[in-house]
């Protein structure tokens, strides 16, 4: 079973290099239990924010290490989150959808090393 989460922007993913199939995101029961497990502090944030990260990003990182990955953040008032997802590319099963792989709250020195180590796809 999943939830819908959000629709990606295209724009914000800038020059990824590949062609993915699918512009709703998803979260399925097991990355929500995921999430509220290893990120308990995070759950509230993530029912609250998950749709504006993924719709309104603020920037988008791709995942050097993981194909087809990409970190989408938004800066809050207090904070930043960071919400990792896989897209589902052009020539996989036509039933798969880009999902929600976690979601974290992130500082600012830690956001500094992810921009640092993995591709700007997008910045607002």
Known sequence: MYFPVGI???LSLGNLG???SCDEIIVTQERLKHISVNHPQDIELFL?????CIEEPDIVLQDLKHDQTVFMIKRLK???VNTIVRLVL???KKNLKSSVMTFYRIRDKNLKKLINTHKILYMK
């Open 8 to 10: 990606i922007n295209r």
């Open 18 to 20: 590949v062609i993915f």
């Open 48 to 52: 609250k924010f998950a749709k504006i």
């Open 78 to 80: 207090d904070t930043n």
């Open 90 to 92: 052009q020539d996989e």
